[in-house]
């Protein structure tokens, strides 16, 4: 990234992109321990710690099951002995499981159940913070920051992990099983946003979205809890969401009624959405049009 050049984070924050509905794709994730620095690929690029043949292999057999596929490794100073842990964690409402477990070394990562049943089922959560500097440095800035805040309140539960996406609205965390990806962490109480989840509540307002759900989805979440003041994770289910030319028709189920919410669909101004990013482009973005329960 050019010297000169603003970090994204704070381009972001300064156009004040909105949040909302900007969590990337996910209804599995496989979380797997890399001990170390990271290339900007992580699991291509870190020689010191895999061989770049054999995290290709990896990745491609998550990959091919319609899993993401992440690095972590603990916050702070790296143990001198690497450990090879993993987690698996599915996603979707209402089936929500996460598993555990740990192999001899890297290689050992292309034989795991993708179901997670070779390991352990644990109650979780596992709290991965985008630490992926090679990546982009908002990230290794703001990332690291966060995840050593969350770790001094929350040891047990957090990781560093690699690029999650949405870069300019790092810092970023994902909260597994349930799949609830934050941004723009390091600007609150990080610690506290952990805190609220074990409350089984979110802080709407960091919230990208949930990765098991469509972007369209995350937003009328957003605006409904903006509206209702309803915090519960679990809560606002979706029952409905309709695509006509120009709008998006998302209903929710709100306890023995419902609530729907009507969105535009926009796209920005061409902005750089990450640091090295070179040519601007245009983001998807949504704006309510209205909002009725029963």
């Known amino acids: 990234m050019s010297p000169k050049r603003t970090p994204c984070s704070d381009?972001?924050?300064?156009?004040?992109?909105?949040?909302y509905g900007t969590a990337g794709a996910g209804k599995a994730w496989a979380m797997l321990e890399l001990s170390g620095g990271w290339g900007q690929s992580a699991?291509?690029?870190?020689?010191?710690?895999?061989?770049?043949e054999l995290g290709r292999s990896i990745c491609r057999r998550i990959e091919k099951e319609g899993m993401r596929v992440t690095a972590?490794?603990?916050?702070?100073?790296?143990?001198?002995?690497?450990?090879?842990?993993?987690?698996?964690?599915?996603?979707?409402e209402g089936s929500e499981a996460l598993y555990a477990g740990e192999v001899d070394d890297a290689r050992g990562y292309l034989d795991i159940a993708l179901d997670g049943s070779d390991?352990?089922?644990?109650?979780?959560?596992?709290?991965a913070v985008c630490a992926h500097g090679k990546?982009?440095?908002?990230?290794?800035?703001?990332?690291?920051?966060?995840?050593s805040a969350i770790a001094a309140e929350y040891p047990e539960f957090t990781w560093e992990c690699s690029h999650l996406g949405g870069d300019r609205f790092a810092a970023t965390m994902l909260i597994l099983p349930e799949g609830l990806c934050y941004g723009r962490v390091d600007s609150t109480d990080s610690a506290g946003l952990v805190t609220k989840y074990l409350e089984g509540k979110i802080d709407h307002r960091f919230l990208r979205g949930r990765t098991s759900l469509p972007h369209p989805v995350q937003?009328?979440?957003y605006f409904a809890r903006e509206s209702l003041g309803d915090d519960r994770i679990h809560a606002l289910s979706p029952v409905k969401v309709e695509h006509t030319e120009h709008q998006i028709r998302v209903e929710l189920s709100k306890g023995s009624g419902s609530v729907k919410v009507v969105l535009a669909e926009k796209?920005?101004?061409?902005?750089?959405?990450?640091c090295r990013a070179s040519v601007p482009g245009s983001v998807r973005t949504f704006e309510l049009v209205s909002l009725s329960s029963d």
């Open 219 to 221: 937003a009328a979440q």
């Open 267 to 274: 796209m920005s101004e061409p902005l750089l959405s990450m």
């Open 43 to 52: 699991f291509l690029e870190s020689p010191s710690l895999i061989d770049r």
């Open 119 to 127: 390991g352990e089922r644990i109650d979780g959560p596992l709290v």
């Open 72 to 92: 972590i490794r603990r916050p702070g100073r790296r143990d001198e002995t690497p450990r090879w842990r993993w987690f698996i964690a599915h996603c979707e």
């Open 135 to 147: 990546h982009d440095q908002c990230c290794a800035v703001r990332g690291r920051s966060a995840a």
């Open 11 to 19: 381009s972001s924050l300064a156009r004040s992109d909105p949040i």
